[in-house]
């Protein structure tokens, strides 16, 4: 398996344009999680799905950001409209279960000027 | 490419017995190591090592870099059932902030 992979690896965008994150997970992991990871707070959860259903959105920093899971193998992360404090390298993990391994994925660095 | 290797996959200890955790790294422009402890959901921060040589400790855990080695060790003494967890680690790449994570350790602690 490849592991985890997301796309892109890097993204740059002005500031108000929307952005989308993707990640396809390890298969037959039936949870995925989205962090955040920034200097000044380090690593955040954001989300999770299981059989791609979100279970806990409580850390979702406010209304601009949204996430989905169509089908058991993608998954996206979406701002709209990006500010520069969402700049921050964002994670997708995968797992069997919340008590399993996270694979994580090599993240995206995402820069909004 | 970057890489961040784990050993062991898993462990299974009784209370009391003390553990050493491995992680080893290639990374281009290594910035910092970070070890967090994963229970349920969200892995949890314990320690930051960008100093080789220089121990960091809370409580029974402790942690220390070795740069040469590329590698670091976690040492938990007198383990508990409560410390029964996968244990991550993650290092991050200077110039580019990229941050990769091992596939992390399995502890078990029976009573």
């Known amino acids: 398996d490849a592991g985890v992979i997301q796309s892109p690896r890097h993204e740059v965008t002005e500031m108000g344009q929307e952005v989308t994150l993707r990640c396809k997970p390890i298969?037959?992991?039936?949870?995925l999680f989205w962090y955040r990871q920034t200097m000044m707070r380090g690593l955040e959860l954001l989300i999770y799905f299981n059989n791609n259903v979100p279970i806990d959105d409580s850390g979702m920093p406010e209304d601009r950001f949204s996430a989905k899971m169509p089908n058991a193998s993608f998954s996206t992360l979406k701002i709209q409209p990006s500010e520069p404090r969402d700049s921050a390298v964002y994670f997708c993990?995968?797992?069997?279960?919340?008590?399993?391994?996270?694979?994580f994925g090599p993240g995206t660095r995402l820069t909004v000027t | 490419e970057d890489k961040v290797v784990q050993s062991p996959l898993s462990l299974v200890v009784h209370e009391g017995d003390t553990v050493t955790l491995n992680c080893s790294y290639e990374?281009?422009?290594?910035?910092?190591l970070l070890w967090y402890k994963q229970e349920k959901k969200a892995p949890t921060f314990l320690f930051m090592l960008?100093?080789?040589?220089i121990e960091k400790k809370s409580g029974r855990l402790s942690s220390i870099l070795d740069k040469k080695e590329l590698s670091s060790i976690l040492n938990i003494t007198a383990t508990q059932t409560g410390d029964s967890a996968i244990y991550l680690c993650?290092?991050?790449?200077?110039?580019?902030?990229?941050?990769?994570f091992g596939a992390g350790t399995r502890l078990t602690v029976k009573p």
């Open positions: 993650a290092v991050e790449a200077r110039d580019n902030n990229d941050m990769r």
């Open positions: 993990a995968s797992s069997f279960a919340t008590d399993y391994e996270q694979y």
């Open positions: 298969s037959g992991h039936d949870y």
């Open positions: 990374v281009t422009n290594f910035r910092s």
């Open positions: 960008t100093s080789s040589g």
